[in-house]
């Protein structure tokens, strides 16, 4: 689903399997690949990626906002290729804290999913392509929300969808960050809100709506 010139969603719209939106940033110089998904379910990214004639080792890096499986798994397909692969340095704590239950539970090799580098609060330049990095625990202790002032796109992950946000029951959840991190996100001046799970919101005063729903019906329960 292409967004803008150079922005595209891979979309999961499954209603019996769990996997995660997928969202490409290209640019004449890079590309760069968000959530890449569950590994089992990669081929629907695959897939999007042939369609604009590109191939995984096109991918110069790749980001995670966080580190559940259904969002990062699939960094072990780009284990032979030269991509890189960065998340919070916080959420990598968590994992290596997590590793026994992930290897036993999921068969998960913590040396596949190994960061090149860890996102930092800030700019984050690749290429031609600038990113700005926040980091907003609430659904995990180092989810990481990417703005692209570009496109005005505000990738958030789990954080929050559209009409719902982020669940704070699984471990290093807290609702109260949450609920931060979601009201410093509010402020940002975005056209996209491009979320983990769920429909794209377009438009200003639809993203801007959406923010003022999840806090008024959300909050509270939260």
Not at 82 to 111: C, G, N, R
Not at 209 to 222: I, K, S, Y
Request: glycine letters at 6%.
């Amino acid at each position: 689903m292409k967004l803008t010139h150079n922005l595209h969603a891979f979309l999961w719209t499954s209603p019996s399997a769990n996997n995660c939106n997928t969202y490409l940033i290209q640019s004449s110089q890079k590309n760069i690949l968000i959530d890449p998904g569950h590994a089992a379910y990669f081929d629907h990214v695959r897939k999007g990626l042939h369609q604009l004639n590109l191939e995984m080792d096109d991918i110069d890096l790749l980001i995670c906002t966080h580190a559940h499986p259904d969002h990062i798994e699939a960094v072990s397909r780009f284990d032979t290729s030269a991509t890189l692969f960065a998340i919070h340095e916080t959420e990598w704590q968590m994992v290596q804290e997590l590793a026994p239950y992930l290897k036993q539970a999921m068969s998960m090799d913590l040396d596949q999913f190994r960061p090149d580098f860890f996102l930092a609060k800030g700019q984050l330049t690749v290429g031609d392509i600038m990113l700005e990095v926040f980091h907003t625990p609430g659904h995990s202790p180092g989810s990481a929300t990417l703005y692209y002032p570009d496109a005005k796109a505000l990738i958030t992950g789990d954080l929050i969808f559209k009409d719902g946000v982020g669940r704070t029951d699984l471990p290093g959840g807290n609702s109260d960050q949450l609920k931060d991190s979601i009201r410093r996100m509010a402020a940002l001046d975005s056209d996209w809100l491009l979320s983990g799970h769920g429909d794209v919101l377009s438009g200003k005063d639809a993203v801007r709506a959406n923010f003022e729903r999840v806090d008024q019906m959300w909050f509270g329960f939260v």
